[in-house]
């Protein structure tokens, strides 16, 4: 069994900057793919950022330039670093681990932007 658990979520100010963290473990093949969506109320989840084992990252047109995804392989965990964040980045964010046929996801961590 794989589980993901996620830390970092919170309030901040339009501008600032959050850093979330997801951890997974378990039964993990290493050839995998990791990231971050996210879901806003009334909204569908959305792809942010994911990240291949190799390191090739791939980002949502609406963060661009502004978060920036990352992962330890040896460690199995994945960050995403979001700076100059938005009143419409708020949202629950989800960590996700996939590979083949096989998706995981966490439980959510709530980010809200204040205007």
């Known amino acids: 069994q794989v589980q993901l658990v996620e830390s970092g979520g919170g309030l901040v100010q339009a501008g600032g900057s959050l850093r979330l963290s997801c951890a997974a473990s378990g039964s993990i093949f290493s050839i995998n793919v990791m990231g971050w969506y996210r879901q806003a109320p009334g909204k569908q989840r959305e792809l942010v950022a994911t990240?291949?084992?190799?390191?090739?990252?791939n980002y949502a047109d609406s963060v661009k330039g502004r978060f920036a995804i990352s992962r330890d392989n040896a460690k199995n965990t994945v960050d995403l670093q979001m700076n100059s964040l938005k009143p419409e980045d708020s949202a629950e964010y989800y960590c996700?681990?996939?590979?083949?046929?096989?998706?995981?996801w966490g439980q959510g961590t709530q980010v809200t932007v204040s205007s």
């Open positions: 990240i291949t084992w190799s390191g090739i990252t």
């Open positions: 996700n681990l996939a590979w083949g046929s096989r998706t995981y």
